[in-house]
Structure formats: structure tokens, C-alpha cells
């Protein structure tokens, strides 16, 4: 019944994971040094950047965000200018929760956000893509019975997938092991990439195996 959107889904999957492929090795060819270890703060930008452009770009291309109900260039704007505004302020948000659960406040305050930017880029700038800047459809999607697409299936196992991956990569970090990534916060941003990289597999197979029970309310 969801074959096609199945497919779609694991073709954009495929993309968006070489592209974490790509940002990870082409660096270490241009760049003198880089490593996911030694130069950590890049490799967590080009991730980022690769990402948001990828997904930006395949989602766009297949039409998968609501249409605008108007088509002004006013209104284009408006609604680029609170993505924009939306991707910013997910940043302070994880920076903010990543405080209080324990990172340090001001010490690796740059680590802290780019952290922060690794998060936003994988799960909020994904809701943007999917949902547009409607922060009700995020409630909507996120709360019990919410989705409404297998696109917004998808985005419930990949975000979750992500802050788990993120959550878990934490735990390391007291241990006494003296290994580089223990440094903040090498364990927590390579187990969201891990736990992303999990949900971009996991959701499609998910959905082709539960294909025949999904139901969904019309929108």
C-alpha cells in the first residue's frame, strides 16, 4: 500500500547517509589533519552542513514538505525567515538541555553548541523539511497516534533514534579510560550521528514490515 513512499523513503535515506559518508572523508583530502578525533569541531560542521543541504535539497526536490497555501514572494520569505529562526532557536534549546544535564556552562561553551548545531541539523531541520515552520504539526506528530504520513512515522523513529543515540554516547564519558573520544563531546555527538544513521535504516524497514497495519488519519 506504501511501496512507493517506501522506496522514496529509503532512495532520500541512502542520499542523506552518503552524504554523512562524503562530509566525513573528503575533508581529511583538503584539510591537513582532520580526523573525527583531532579536529572534532569540523568534522561536526561539515556533518551539519552536508546534511542540511542534502535534505534540504531531496525533500524539496520530491515535494514531500505541505504546499503553501499562498505563493507570494512575501510570503516565501516569511516562511524562510522562521525556518531560520526555528533552526536558531533549537540550537539554544539543546545547548540549554545539554547544560542542565551536566555539559559545562561556560568552560567548552563552543563545544557545548556545536553539539547543539549537530542535534538541530539532524532532527529539527528534518521536521522543517517534513512538516514546514508549524510548530502545531510538531506537536501534532510528536504526540501519541499523531502521524498522519509514513514521512511523519519516519520522523518520529529518526528523531528519536537521534536524542537516544545522543543520550547513550554520554554515558562513557566518566569513565576513567582516557581514550580520545571521552573528550567532550566526541561520544555524544558520534552516538547522534550513529543513533541517525540507525533511523534512517530502521524507519523505512519498519514501515514495509508494518505496511498493511498502518492507518491514517486524513489530514
Not at 512507493?4 to 575533508?27: C, G, K, N, Q
Not at 579536529?39 to 505541505?66: C, E
Not at 532557536?89 to 553539539?115: D, K, M, N, Q, R
Not at 554520554?170 to 541517525?196: K, T
Request: one cysteine or more; glycine letters at 6%.
Amino acid at each position: 500500500m506504501w511501496d512507493h513512499e517506501i522506496r522514496a523513503m529509503a532512495s532520500t535515506h541512502a542520499i542523506i547517509a552518503s552524504s554523512v559518508f562524503m562530509a566525513t572523508v573528503l575533508p581529511a583530502v583538503f584539510v591537513p589533519g582532520f580526523s573525527v578525533y583531532g579536529t572534532h569541531l569540523l568534522w561536526i560542521y561539515s556533518v551539519s552542513v552536508a546534511v542540511a543541504a542534502v535534505s534540504v535539497s531531496v525533500f524539496w526536490l520530491l515535494g514531500i514538505s505541505p504546499p503553501t497555501k499562498k505563493h507570494t514572494l512575501g510570503y516565501k520569505m516569511s516562511r524562510l525567515f522562521r525556518s531560520c529562526l526555528y533552526f536558531f532557536l533549537s540550537c539554544l534549546f539543546f545547548h540549554t538541555v545539554v547544560v542542565l544535564y551536566g555539559a559545562p556552562l561556560i568552560e567548552s561553551a563552543l563545544e557545548t553548541f556545536s553539539l547543539a548545531v549537530l542535534l538541530t541539523s539532524l532532527t529539527t531541520l528534518r521536521c522543517l523539511c517534513v512538516l514546514g515552520p508549524n510548530v502545531q504539526a510538531w506537536i501534532r506528530v510528536f504526540s501519541r497516534h499523531g502521524a498522519m504520513s509514513v514521512w511523519d512515522t519516519c520522523l518520529q523513529i529518526t528523531v528519536a533514534c537521534t536524542l537516544i543515540g545522543a543520550w547513550v554516547g554520554a554515558f562513557p564519558i566518566p569513565l576513567d579510560w582516557d581514550r580520545p573520544w571521552q573528550v567532550w563531546p566526541v561520544s555524544c555527538s558520534l552516538g547522534a550521528m550513529i543513533g541517525y544513521l540507525t533511523g534512517l535504516v530502521v524507519a523505512p524497514a519498519w514501515i514495509h514490515y508494518h505496511r498493511k497495519q498502518l492507518t491514517y488519519k486524513c489530514k
